[in-house]
C-alpha cells in the first residue's frame, strides 16, 4: 500500500504562481514513478506531468515550460512548480504513483497505469 498526500493547492490570479508538493509513503517499489495529473471542473482527467527514473519529466504540451516536475533526492517527496498560471490550468491536482513504472513517467500514460493516487489539491485560477 502506497499513501500519497497532496498540499500546496490555493487560489491565484492570471500570472501567478504554485508549488504542489506530494509526499508518499508506504511500500513503494524503488523502481517506480510518479507524476500528476488533473480533474477539470468539467470532470475530465488529463496528465499534467510525470517523471521517469532517469529524472527526466515529461509534460502535457500546454504546461510545457510553465511547470516543472522535480523529486527531493533520497526522498518521497515530489513538486510541480506551476508558473504563469491560467484559468485553464484550474483543476483539482492529484499526484499518482505507477508501481513499476510502466508508464515511464511519461505524462500522457502515468493517468491510465497509475497504481496509486492521492486526495487531491484544488487550484484556482481567475482571470
Known amino acids: 500500500q502506497v499513501r500519497l498526500m497532496e498540499h500546496g493547492g490555493g487560489a491565484v490570479q492570471h500570472g501567478g504562481s504554485l508549488r504542489l508538493s506530494c509526499e508518499a509513503s508506504g511500500d513503494m517499489d524503488s523502481r517506480g514513478c510518479m507524476g500528476w495529473f488533473r480533474q477539470t471542473p468539467l470532470g475530465e482527467r488529463e496528465g499534467v506531468a510525470g517523471?521517469?527514473?532517469?529524472?527526466?519529466?515529461s509534460y502535457r504540451p500546454s504546461v510545457k515550460g510553465r511547470f516543472t516536475i522535480s523529486q527531493d533526492s533520497g526522498s518521497n517527496w515530489l513538486f510541480l512548480q506551476m508558473n504563469d498560471l491560467r484559468p485553464e490550468d484550474t483543476a483539482m491536482y492529484y499526484c499518482?504513483?505507477?508501481?513499476?513504472?510502466?508508464?515511464?513517467?511519461?505524462?500522457?500514460?502515468?493517468?491510465?497505469?497509475?497504481?496509486?493516487w492521492g486526495q487531491g489539491t484544488q487550484v484556482t485560477v481567475s482571470s
Open positions: 517523471l521517469g527514473t532517469d529524472g527526466r519529466g
Open positions: 499518482a504513483y505507477d508501481w513499476g513504472c510502466d508508464s515511464g513517467g511519461d505524462y500522457g500514460t502515468l493517468l491510465p497505469l497509475a497504481d496509486y
